[in-house]
């Protein structure tokens, strides 16, 4: 038998607390989460179950998740909740019968008006650090297509449960003559290969859910989305088991140097997405984007 | 769908340019690539493929494409010049019937005159930094035995087709009683894993077609040279629907460290270079294996 | 044929030597070894044999080799001495039949003596810095359970050999409510990829043989430990056909940024063990869990 210090653990970042949630205080998160998020949660919805402690957020600005600025700051909202409710886990997944989430509302950068524009971005950056680095474990079930800023979701959580064998996933920016900001690329490389990141993101290409499994981008296939959402269970039900504060101070040493690459980095790549979005090029791209959508 | 800022597209050092070459714009470099390269080339051959706009390369330094330094500056010139007339993609083969590369030319070391060995290296780099970081996509097809500093032009290229079953590659330096500079190292370890590039590396291990492929080292067999062409071509042929820009900004992205760290350390690397050739243990060394080279 | 120069060979932190041990020297070592540890060693045993000049360095405090200050005192002794001494390669084992090391010694953390913990965890450094760092091939033949520090130092090694199929292994600190250092994890890392060591190490996973070997923690299984030593000895004759300088020169290029890290941080590393064991709550626990073994 043996014991080990944690370097972490006098880290000043980031904050050590008590491992266990008790059984009540479980049950007094659940009803003021239901009673906070039934009130304005209207894109993101939050159950807890009882029993387990573990929380099934739900995206449902329908149709396919676009993800805005208040789907962002929602998801913000309950992912802080639920660190500081000391959450014993958390399975994120969609209410769309086809699509976990389509990525980044691509009105946002469409004639944008730079207050919020600034908020959009900082919002998805803080939506990252939140979810990448949370203490509790996490795990996508992921019930529909996953493209872009959706796989990036999928990517920050731990563990990643797909529903197979129609849907498709993958960090495609290319394919839509764009590229994923650094901290996209470091979500994919903490799950793939680095060969394999190169050649899906150099391609921008989509994965069905059994070449991610292949590849490792997800790591268990689901029926449908109960199946899903089962396996999800378990996995976090086998974490409840660990010392909380040593898992946490695990997940953020492995995840370290990205969560500390976009906090010394979030104002340039802010001014990146800025300065990108007000070229007249992309401009006029997103114009014509939309304009091909329209006649659909 | 979604849409996402590029961090790299504002980065000085790349500068994006347009991504599609027109038809007429392919034939002309046809025209003037095979006026240029038919004069000047003796030791590098393109040929242009006039309908997708595909260039291949062939290394013609007979009998095995020994890297010395008129080969190595062929090839920056062909490269650079395909950098600058926005090639659609390269494949780099060999016009020996066997031998792919057989690297580095050891007669540019072996009682080397200064300046040459100078500008020996630095060609090199160079090299390696125009291929490493092109932004046009690179297929190596793999006709033949390719060791050492044949295997890091091949690792340089995005995507590898080797003719099998009979020949080896791999960084086989330490065979040599040398190692590999940092830059092969990093080559191979954006290809292969960290466990793997361990093994060979400290073992210099040349690997059959077969063994490469199943570690990752190549992506695909061939039955014979055609065949490895046609195989580098389809995967060109995928690539030319992409954005070119953004296929190069997330290629140049993911291999962004390597090649910062050659810029960063260029000089330093030479002096190496130039300190490890001048030492009378390593000439010594070339003197008996020369001689052994006479008698066979 | 090809020749490349070595970045490191003019690096001064590690100092080439000459690569060839003659078989003089390789039977001085043995008189000499044998002469020197058969009268200390009471903890660590060396035998050499004198055909291939490869130790079998076996840790024999029994019963479960926990690792203490002396057992790494002895540890770090023999390492030097192979060093200095231009080993051939050492095997590194248990005199136990069950175990191969149970990992740190709780007891040097339960209620310490301040000079003693420091000197239990700069020995333990120590010890990893000249095993990770060693300039002679290594390989554990893990002939039983190696579990958190036992598996750090399996990890170390070049290579793993572990008899199956009914043993573990695992950096499984998590499961003990404490965190692997960042060192611990870099030696995973060095072994597994990202996501394997994430997973493993946020649930403090311990391994069976096959599952350990599925995903490259072990790199062969063996069905004893007489077969373990024995693709042990394999693996190192192989080694031992190859410039000794070169490839020390490689191993050290490719294990550079671990052992760059330890040597930059062994005075933080070393006053976060030292805060950690003197927190109430760990020898709290430290109390309760040794209460729980006396019950047994």
Redesign the interface.
């Known amino acids: 038998?043996?014991?080990?210090?944690?370097?972490?653990?006098?880290q000043s970042c980031w904050k050590p607390y008590l491992?266990a949630v008790t059984f009540n205080s479980v049950r007094h998160f659940v009803a003021r989460s239901q009673r906070e998020f039934s009130s304005n949660g209207k894109l993101v919805d939050v159950a807890v179950n009882e029993n387990t402690g573990i929380s099934t957020v739900t995206m449902q600005r329908l149709p396919v998740n676009?993800?805005n600025l208040e789907l962002l700051q929602e998801l913000y909202s309950v992912l802080d909740t639920l660190e500081k409710d000391r959450s014993r886990g958390m399975i994120l997944t969609s209410a769309s019968p086809t699509v976990f989430s389509?990525?980044?509302?691509?009105l946002e950068?469409y004639k944008p008006k730079q207050d919020r524009a600034v908020a959009f971005?900082t919002t998805l950056q803080d939506v990252w650090l939140k979810l990448f680095g949370s203490s509790y474990?996490t795990v996508a079930a992921i019930n529909g297509h996953s493209?872009?800023?959706?796989c990036l979701v999928a990517l920050s959580c731990?563990y990643r449960v797909m529903v197979g064998p129609k849907y498709t996933i993958g960090l495609n920016?290319?394919?839509?003559?764009?590229?994923?900001?650094?901290w996209?690329?470091f979500s994919m490389?903490?799950?793939?290969?680095?060969?394999q990141?190169?050649l899906a993101?150099?391609?921008?290409r989509l994965f069905t859910t059994d070449e991610a499994l292949k590849i490792?981008l997800i790591d268990e296939v689901a029926t449908d989305k109960a199946d899903a959402i089962a396996k999800a269970e378990k996995f976090l039900v086998?974490?409840s088991k660990?010392?909380a504060?040593?898992?946490k101070?695990?997940?953020l040493?492995?995840?370290q140097e990205p969560l500390e690459w976009l906090v010394a980095n979030k104002k340039?790549?802010l001014q990146?997405?800025?300065?990108?979005?007000n070229q007249p090029a992309v401009q006029m791209g997103?114009d014509h984007?939309l304009e091909s959508l329209k006649k659909k």
């Not at 990146?272 to 979005?277: D, T, Y």
């Open positions: 038998m043996s014991l080990h210090c944690s370097w972490l653990l006098r491992s676009s993800l389509a990525g980044l509302d691509i950068m971005w474990p493209p872009a800023g959706g731990e920016e290319t394919q839509l003559g764009i590229v994923a900001p650094k996209f690329q490389k903490n799950v793939i290969s680095s060969r990141a190169e993101l150099t391609t921008g490792g086998g974490m660990i010392s504060t040593a898992r101070l695990a997940k040493s492995c995840r340039k790549d990146e997405f800025i300065g990108f979005i997103l984007y």
